[in-house]
């Protein structure tokens, strides 16, 4: 018999996953959202650095790993590709990065050792000996309790403003149909605040190409805030709060290191016969503080009818409509003993089947968002006229791609190859026209 803490702890989640859905519409475009322009950007000097992160062994990219300018709050992520872009201020250029990635040992470089394309960053995998750990938790359900408590303890418990680079994409078979991208001011609330985040937009650019869209249009809804609400310790409903723990088996699977800090990984899934249990994934723990320092999870789709229920808002006469796989992530960065929302990403692939087709078609949609910057700010959230909505669809505005310097010294995520050649597309056909 559920309670009724469960009942809204389950309703409270899938207003989360109800924002990272589809709107299906048959036939003519719907209108655009608009925003506000942008402010001049400060003309700050900056250098920029390309490069890449890969396994020093193997030669294979490191997919996320992290990269921070140390002393600083500034910070990129490499792409799935193991590729990274870096804009560092020239008064910043005597400093060291460093890079990391579970599993493997940090590694420094001075600034002043890169060149501005080209680098190859090389990180060395990590041994750990189980004589390294102090305590080795015996009861997996008392440790995640024990994470949730501690979170008062562990995580920043000041507002934050971060700056933030966001992308979106829509691919149909091989080829990417819509995409994305913004650069957003994030008003960060503390982690015990029930106070929900708030995101500015800064600018932005978006391209469609509807031809290629099987005659409907269908539209990511959420933007950043999907993002954002990834933050399972700021919005921990989205998995379990305390009371839907005992929905879940967990189990202490490994241990490993991130940062120079041993790391537990407690795997967890659905018991069986739990309704309200929708995910399956890993925990990265830090084993002294017991704090979450990452967490990759998936929703459970092989209730096709359930899932597309879940993640579809509307769809067209004659389609069925099928998620077959949802993933995501999230990654933290700690500074001074306190822990911060760093990147996260989701991932939904579907199918869509048509009365009247012979095929099926198949779409994949991502989402990412990488904090480049972040300080403390007494400042109050954002004034609700400058706020994105909550269930916000990106602007189609194009403008933006016909600029090389649309960015200009902000931190983006640099494009995987796929990406980057129908970025250069969109180019071309803005130059032609």
């Keep these: 018999m559920k309670t009724k803490q469960s009942i809204i702890s389950f309703e409270n989640m899938k207003v989360w996953v109800t924002l990272l ?114 305590v080795f938790p015996t009861d997996p359900d008392l440790l995640i309790r024990t994470v949730m408590y501690k979170k008062k303890d562990n995580y920043v418990e000041e507002p934050l403003e971060m700056t933030a680079f966001y992308r979106e994409t829509i691919k149909k078979g091989w080829s990417y149909v819509s995409l994305a991208e913004a650069v957003v001011d994030v008003y960060k609330q503390p982690y015990t605040s029930a106070r ?33 609400l990834m933050d399972i310790m700021k919005n921990p409903y989205i998995i379990f709060t305390d009371d839907m723990i ?48 990452s967490a990759t999870f998936n929703m459970d789709t092989s209730d096709e009818l359930k899932a597309a229920d879940i993640l579809i808002k509307r769809k067209p006469i004659g389609a069925k409509v099928y998620p077959t796989e949802a993933a995501y992530m999230v990654n933290y960065r700690e500074k001074n003993g ?13 199918k869509i089947n048509w009365d009247k087709k012979l095929f099926n078609s198949h779409y994949v949609s991502t989402i990412e968002m990488a904090v480049t910057d972040w300080q403390k700010t007494e400042d109050k959230p954002f004034r609700s006229s400058d706020r994105m ?14 600029d090389p310097e649309f960015w200009g010294k902000y931190n983006v995520i640099e494009p995987e190859k796929s990406i980057d050649q129908a970025i250069r597309k969109i180019q071309r056909k803005l130059r032609r026209n």
Excluded at 341 to 350: A, D, E, H, I, L
């Design 21 to 134: 859905l589809f709107v299906f519409i048959s036939g003519a475009v719907a209108a655009a959202d608009s925003y506000p322009r942008s402010q001049p950007e400060d003309n700050q000097n900056y250098k920029t650095f390309k490069g890449e992160v890969r396994d020093s062994e193997s030669g294979d990219p490191l997919v996320f790993a992290t990269l921070a300018i140390d002393g600083t709050n500034i910070a990129t992520v490499s792409n799935s590709d193991g590729e990274f872009i870096l804009k560092v201020p020239e008064d910043q250029l005597n400093k060291n990065i460093t890079i990391s990635y579970i599993g493997y040992k940090n590694k420094q470089v001075p600034v002043s050792s890169l060149k501005p394309e080209r680098n190859k960053l090389e990180l060395d995998v990590l041994a750990v000996s189980l004589s390294e750990i102090k």
């Design 196 to 228: 929900a985040d708030k995101v500015r937009l800064f600018k932005g650019r978006k391209s469609t190409d509807y031809s290629k869209l099987d005659t409907l249009v269908f539209k990511l809804q959420g933007g950043p805030y999907t993002n954002l």
């Design 246 to 293: 005992g929905n879940y088996e967990f189990n202490l699977a490994s241990v490993t290191r991130i940062d120079k800090k041993l790391v537990y990984v407690l795997e967890f899934k659905p018991r069986p016969g739990a309704i309200d249990a929708l995910f399956y994934g890993k925990l990265f723990i830090d084993t002294e503080s017991l704090a979450i320092t």
């Design 338 to 350: 306190k822990w911060y929302f760093g990147y996260s990403r989701g991932q939904v692939t579907f």
């Design 389 to 402: 909505k909550m269930n916000v669809i990106m602007s189609d505005a194009v403008s933006g791609f016909s």
